[in-house]
C-alpha cells in the first residue's frame, strides 16, 4: 500500500498549512490513519491519528491547533495545521494501518515524508 503525502512548505508563525495524505490500492480497508513527525536526531512522534470511526487522538502539543480529518471512501486523510509555531518545523509522515483486501494481508505504511518549516 502506497501513501502519498503533500501540503508541506514554509509558513509564518501564526500561519497554517494543510497536509493531504491519499492511499493507493484496491480493497484497502485502513483502521487507523494519521501523521508522525520527525526532526533530525530524534525519533518519529505522533502527531495526530484518526480511527476509521472517527475517533482522533493528538499530541498534546498540538491540541486546540491541529485537526485530522478523512474520508474512508477516498482513503484519504488530511491535517489541518492552524497557529503554526516554529517547534512546529519537521517532516511529517503518513501512516496508515489496515488490512490489503485483494492480497489478504495487514498493512503499516509510511509515506515519503514532507517537511514543514515554520519561521519564526
Known amino acids: 500500500v502506497q501513501l502519498q503525502a503533500s501540503g508541506g512548505g514554509l509558513v509564518q508563525a501564526g500561519g497554517s498549512l494543510r497536509l493531504s495524505c491519499a492511499a493507493s490500492?484496491?480493497?484497502?480497508?485502513?483502521?487507523?490513519i494519521g501523521w508522525y513527525r520527525q526532526t533530525p536526531g530524534k525519533q518519529r512522534d505522533l502527531v495526530a491519528v484518526?480511527?476509521?470511526?472517527?475517533?482522533?487522538t493528538y499530541a498534546d502539543s498540538v491540541k486546540g491547533r491541529f485537526t485530522i480529518s478523512r474520508d474512508n471512501v477516498k482513503n484519504t486523510a488530511n491535517l489541518q495545521m492552524n497557529s503554526l509555531k516554529p517547534e512546529d518545523t519537521a517532516v511529517y509522515y503518513c501512516?496508515?494501518?489496515?488490512?490489503?483486501?485483494?492480497?489478504?494481508?495487514?498493512?503499516?505504511?509510511w509515506g515519503q515524508g514532507t517537511l514543514v518549516t515554520v519561521s519564526s
Open positions: 484518526i480511527s476509521r470511526g472517527g475517533s482522533t
Open positions: 490500492g484496491s480493497m484497502l480497508s485502513i483502521n487507523i
Open positions: 501512516n496508515a494501518v489496515g488490512d490489503d483486501g485483494l492480497r489478504r494481508r495487514p498493512f503499516n505504511s
